[in-house]
């Protein structure tokens, strides 16, 4: 009965969600953790491994801006200026193959569509494409983030045949005797936990989620986490929101080929992408 109460007030806020006009700000933080990374070379001593495993966590900490109104959205990286990290032996890890602080991923709910600028090394590509819908299951629980309640819902991803594929190819690898600067694990369902807040009844949160009807303000997906440390609601002034233009046009399948050739190109004959550290 609790359960078909909370999904009747569900159906409600998100119907007259769409009768108040929302805008607003809001911030997240990142966080991935290493614990199913693991790092192993013959080339690095241990110190080194270390060093390399620490420069990895430092990169995926970072901190998004999601500026919303009832029917649209921008998410980015928030711009900061890098502080030096002296002791560091001039190793910088660069992670990520595309995007960056630039990049922005424009989400119009009207229309069902998306629109983000990516990078691969200097080659500028704008991507269109439909959002992808989810299938949210409702669950009993409820908590509060800040000011905010909030309520859970998840994703249950299936592992793909392209998943067992890649391992498979893994593990032969590793028969054969070829190494690897990163272990891959057995791959396995993936579920993705969301916690949204009615108080704000807009169907939006980080990255490419959204279709709950309240702002996501805490979302757990894979080893990563996002969570909302900061919402100006309403403000007095303008939010600009506005989907990125530069690049050349492709879709979603069309990048996708594109970053994967790419990715072969940089592989040598054993399939291993090489780090270079200066």
């Known amino acids: 009965m609790k359960k078909l109460l909370l999904r009747s007030s569900i159906l409600l806020f998100f119907a007259n969600s769409f009768a108040q006009n929302y805008h607003g700000v809001a911030y997240y933080a990142s966080q991935t953790q290493m614990k199913d990374i693991k790092i192993s070379s013959s080339d690095m001593d241990p110190a080194m491994q270390e060093k390399l495993a620490e420069s990895m966590k430092k990169a995926f900490e970072k901190t998004f801006v999601l500026s919303?109104?009832?029917?649209?959205?921008?998410?980015?990286?928030?711009?900061?200026l890098e502080a030096p990290s002296p002791g560091s032996n001039g190793m910088k890890i660069q992670v990520g193959f595309s995007g960056?602080?630039?990049?922005?991923?424009?989400?119009?709910?009207?229309?069902?569509?998306?629109?983000?600028?990516?990078?691969?090394?200097?080659?500028?590509?704008?991507?269109?494409?439909?959002?992808?819908?989810?299938?949210w299951e409702i669950l009993e629980g409820q908590k509060k983030i800040g000011n905010y309640t909030c309520y859970k819902a998840q994703i249950t991803i299936p592992v793909t045949s392209q998943d067992l594929k890649d391992f498979e190819e893994f593990k032969k690898k590793q028969q054969e005797g070829k190494t690897n600067l990163f272990t891959l694990n057995e791959p396995k369902e993936q579920i993705i936990e969301a916690w949204y807040t009615l108080d704000i009844p807009v169907s939006n949160g980080p990255n490419k989620y959204w279709g709950l009807p309240g702002l996501i303000l805490e979302l757990h997906e894979g080893n990563t986490t996002y969570l909302c440390s900061k919402i100006i609601l309403n403000p007095e002034e303008k939010i600009e929101i506005k989907a990125p233009k530069e690049g050349k046009k492709v879709n979603q399948k069309e990048f996708d080929k594109i970053q994967e050739k790419k990715l072969k190109s940089m592989t040598n004959e054993d399939g291993v992408?090489?780090?270079?550290?200066n």
Do not use: A, C, P
């Open 68 to 80: 919303f109104n009832n029917f649209e959205s921008v998410y980015q990286e928030e711009e900061k």
């Open 100 to 135: 960056g602080i630039k990049s922005k991923l424009y989400k119009n709910f009207k229309t069902k569509t998306y629109t983000t600028d990516r990078d691969i090394f200097g080659k500028e590509f704008l991507i269109s494409d439909s959002l992808e819908h989810f299938k």
């Open 273 to 277: 992408i090489e780090i270079r550290m």
